[in-house]
Structure formats: C-alpha cells, structure tokens
C-alpha cells in the first residue's frame, strides 16, 4: 500500500518560513506528479502546488505564487514545500498527494494524513 | 483559473435512500473530473476519476457522469458511512481547482 507521511509543520510567526516534507514508499516515485493541497480550519480543500514526476514542470495557486516553492528529490523519494512569507490565511493542515498514472492530467489516489500549519504571533 | 461550484451546500438524506450531488465547472474540463469523500479528521479518500471511473475498493453504490461542464455523484443507497463532506475537482488543468463542497448528513 502506497505510504505519503508529512512532517514539517507547526508553529510560525507572520512573515515567518517552513518547510515541509512528504516521505513517499511503496510505489515508482518518480514516475508519478505530486501535489500539496492545503485544508484551512472547518474549510474546504484548496489545491496548493503540483510537480510533474522529474520535477521539470511546476505549478502553483496564485494564492501562494512567488512565496512557495516545490521541489522533490526522487533519489530519496521525498516531496518538500518551502513556505516563505507566511500569512495567517496560510494556517491550515497541509496534505501530500500522489497523482494516478497519466501525467499532469491525474487525480490524488493517495493521500498523507496531513501536517498542521498555524501562523500566528 | 478554472471555477469548480458543487450544489447543494448540504444534502439531508435519510439511509437507504439515493443522494445526488451536483458539480459545475467554469469551462469544460473534458472528462477530467474527481469526486472525494472526506470524512472528520481524516484525509480526502479518491472515490471516481476520469467522471465515471470508480477508484479500486469503492462500492458499487457510487457512480459518476457527465462531462465538459456538469457533472453528477450518486449514491444509489445511502449507508451509515457516507455521510461525510464530498468534493469534486478538475485536474485538466492546472491549477487543479476543487468545488466548496457538499456536506452529506443524515436526515
């Protein structure tokens, strides 16, 4: 069974950084896109960043442009967001996912069980 | 940016009954459409892709359709376990972009 574990998360001041990471097993990892989608407190589910499986092409929500940033490491099967400029709009449970098979144009079949962020003084 | 709207907001359903949510997408998004039921403290759970397809372990009891801008999630008898929050998304492109969800609870 494919395993997606964050850690990372936690307490940071506005205008504060973070990085979180996504411990990827039990499936190709390179072989498939990753995304980080992030759940806001009794909210609904916004999508944050893609990576397509080598890591070449990356996207982002406007919501988070030019202060996040993806990267992974496939070498370590590991999934990271580096979260620059937070906002207290940025508290939330951020959650790693894995893309099905077909390229960007993939659902989340699998998802961590997620990391807390909260941004607060 | 492409706008996913899911209606209703809330769907009161009594069990053994059937419950139909509705998804609406800005622009078409071809058939690139997934449904994921969530449930209190845990992470979304992949139940239908590509509109119609149901993700492995699913029950039959799901089903989707449609296409390009509307879509449908039915339930065709309602259990005590999916009463929960669903959502659709558009993965065809990105950004992918989710609906605001439709919380499914008992009548």
């Known amino acids: 069974e494919v395993q997606l574990l964050e850690s990372g998360g936690g307490l940071v001041q506005p205008g504060g950084s973070l990085r979180l990471s996504c411990a990827a097993s039990r499936f190709r990892f390179s072989s498939h896109g990753m995304s980080w989608v992030r759940q806001a407190p009794g909210k609904g589910l916004e999508w944050v960043s893609g990576i397509s499986g080598s890591g070449h092409i990356t996207y982002y929500a406007d919501s988070v442009k030019g202060r996040f940033t993806i990267s992974r490491d496939n070498s370590k099967n590991m999934l990271y967001l580096q979260m620059n400029s937070l906002r207290a709009e940025d508290t939330a449970v951020y959650y790693c996912?894995?893309?099905?098979?077909?390229?960007?144009?993939?659902?989340?079949?699998?998802w961590g069980q997620g990391t807390l962020v909260t941004v607060s003084s | 940016e492409i706008v996913m709207t899911q209606s209703p907001a809330t769907l009161s359903v009594s069990p053994g009954e059937r419950a139909t949510l509705s998804c609406r997408a800005s622009q078409s998004v071809s058939s690139n459409l997934a449904w994921y039921q969530q449930k209190p403290g845990q992470a979304p759970r992949l139940l239908i892709y590509?509109?119609?397809t149901r993700a492995t372990g699913n029950p039959s009891r799901f089903s989707g359709s449609g296409s390009g801008t509307e879509f449908t999630l039915t339930i065709s008898s309602l259990q005590s376990e999916d009463f929960a929050v669903y959502y659709c998304q558009q993965y065809n492109n990105w950004p992918c972009s989710f609906g605001q969800g439709t919380k499914l609870e008992i009548k």
């Open positions: 590509g509109a119609s």
């Open positions: 996912a894995k893309l099905g098979s077909g390229g960007y144009r993939a659902p989340s079949d699998y």
